[in-house]
């Protein structure tokens, strides 16, 4: 596969050096807006050119590495007549036999190198009724990591046809609601948080809406008392690690008993663009670690107790996943083994 590399910042490295699928295809050009970039060597292979060379080069598909994916698709659109078809995230490029998909399979050669989209439907293979709703029915727009599926299932699938209370953090264009919905049934009462105003239109049957900021303590104090209490958290917010730390601190100790909360896309907490870094202080994942003293408190010396936050007789389990932690709540009681011989 031919693929000329639209920018050449630091994703545009990290997708060459880490991304399996950077070894499976031929890359025929690496461009770039920035003119006194021109003529510079990236990655020591290739050199940085003018998005003009389009126009000249054979290529199959454009990959855009940018975080700001819509402003580039619509300069190529509209300044080279480029098919909208033809523009991808670098990010779609997949290798199956070395990607993170869950529990997904796909049917197709696992060491050949695609773009995801090109597989949904046909070569999708779905394991729970998550997966199948994403990738088979016609729904709003849902933006989800692969994987994600697999935990949620994991952790939700207990909750199917009762009548579970879930609050989801980001609503977004609404999609995730609709999911939710499908899979938990319609005894399910299903909560978004925006701050977009918008978002009501997205209000049906037991899909409620609340308008507000998960940075406002008050307002999830509110949201839980006239909704909760929640059997599910699930923070898919700003990804401030600011706002995660105190939506996790405001609404855990709510949680119903055996109840779930999940902060996604905690891959942010070592972000720069979200202020974050590698065991960065103050970052969610930094702040998560105390779970594990949590979890082991009882084994903590006396004149340490008091250190550990308020709610952590609280903290059955933590699981780590990738972008995703999730805190299972239960009160653990007290911890004890015997020693038997018959």
Same mark, same amino acid.
């Given at each position: 596969?031919?693929? /000329?590399? *639209?920018?050449?910042?630091?994703?545009?490295?990290?997708?060459?050096?880490?991304?399996?699928?950077?070894?499976?295809?031929?890359?025929?050009?690496?461009?770039?807006?920035?003119?006194?970039?021109?003529?510079?060597?990236?990655?020591?292979?290739? %050199?940085?050119?003018?998005?003009?060379?389009?126009?000249?080069?054979? &290529?199959?598909?454009?990959?855009? %590495?940018?975080?700001?994916? &819509?402003?580039?698709?619509?300069?190529?659109?509209?300044?080279?007549?480029?098919?909208?078809?033809?523009?991808?995230?670098?990010?779609?490029? /997949?290798?199956?036999?070395?990607?993170?998909?869950?529990?997904?399979?796909?049917?197709?050669?696992?060491?050949?190198?695609?773009?995801?989209?090109?597989?949904?439907?046909?070569?999708?293979?779905?394991?729970?009724?998550?997966?199948?709703?994403?990738?088979? +029915?016609?729904?709003?727009?849902?933006?989800?990591? &692969?994987?994600?599926?697999?935990?949620?299932?994991?952790?939700?699938?207990?909750?199917?046809?009762?009548?579970? =209370?879930?609050?989801?953090?980001?609503?977004?264009?609404?999609?995730?609601?609709?999911? &939710?919905?499908?899979?938990?049934?319609?005894?399910?009462?299903?909560?978004?948080?925006? /701050?977009?105003?918008? $978002?009501?239109?997205?209000?049906?049957?037991?899909?409620?809406?609340?308008?507000?900021?998960?940075?406002?303590?008050?307002?999830?104090?509110?949201?839980?008392?006239?909704?909760?209490?929640?059997?599910?958290?699930?923070?898919?917010?700003?990804?401030?690690? +600011?706002?995660?730390?105190? %939506?996790?601190? %405001?609404?855990?100790?709510?949680?119903?008993?055996?109840?779930? *909360? /999940? @902060?996604?896309? @905690?891959?942010?907490?070592?972000?720069? =663009?979200?202020?974050?870094?590698?065991?960065?202080?103050?970052?969610?994942?930094?702040?998560?670690?105390?779970?594990?003293?949590?979890?082991?408190?009882?084994?903590?010396?006396?004149?340490?107790?008091?250190?550990?936050?308020?709610?952590?007789?609280?903290?059955?389990? $933590?699981?780590?996943?990738?972008?995703?932690?999730?805190?299972?709540?239960?009160?653990?009681?007290? +911890?004890?083994?015997?020693?038997?011989?018959?």
């Amino acid at each position: 596969m031919k693929i /000329i590399v *639209f920018g050449a910042g630091e994703n545009a490295r990290r997708f060459i050096r880490l991304n399996p699928a950077a070894e499976k295809i031929q890359i025929v050009g690496i461009v770039d807006n920035d003119s006194q970039r021109w003529g510079e060597k990236f990655e020591e292979i290739y %050199t940085i050119e003018s998005p003009d060379v389009i126009r000249s080069r054979d &290529w199959e598909k454009i990959a855009v %590495t940018p975080s700001f994916f &819509w402003v580039i698709e619509q300069q190529l659109m509209t300044e080279y007549g480029i098919e909208k078809s033809k523009i991808i995230r670098s990010s779609d490029l /997949i290798v199956p036999g070395r990607a993170n998909l869950g529990s997904i399979r796909v049917s197709c050669a696992d060491d050949d190198c695609y773009v995801a989209n090109d597989l949904v439907p046909d070569y999708v293979i779905p394991e729970n009724r998550m997966e199948e709703f994403y990738f088979g +029915s016609d729904h709003r727009v849902v933006s989800k990591w &692969w994987h994600y599926f697999e935990v949620y299932h994991t952790f939700f699938q207990k909750y199917v046809g009762s009548s579970v =209370r879930i609050l989801e953090i980001g609503v977004c264009k609404g999609g995730s609601l609709q999911m &939710w919905r499908d899979y938990f049934g319609e005894k399910a009462t299903i909560v978004g948080i925006d /701050i977009d105003a918008g $978002c009501k239109e997205f209000e049906e049957g037991n899909i409620h809406i609340c308008i507000g900021s998960q940075a406002d303590r008050d307002f999830l104090l509110k949201v839980s008392e006239k909704w909760g209490p929640f059997d599910i958290v699930l923070d898919d917010g700003s990804h401030e690690m +600011s706002h995660q730390i105190l %939506t996790f601190e %405001t609404l855990f100790p709510l949680l119903n008993e055996n109840g779930v *909360f /999940i @902060c996604e896309d @905690c891959h942010s907490s070592y972000s720069s =663009r979200y202020n974050g870094g590698y065991k960065k202080k103050d970052t969610f994942i930094e702040y998560s670690k105390n779970f594990a003293d949590c979890v082991n408190s009882q084994f903590i010396d006396w004149d340490k107790m008091q250190e550990l936050p308020f709610y952590a007789d609280y903290v059955k389990a $933590c699981h780590y996943y990738d972008s995703m932690v999730v805190v299972e709540k239960k009160h653990r009681g007290y +911890s004890f083994f015997t020693e038997r011989e018959q």
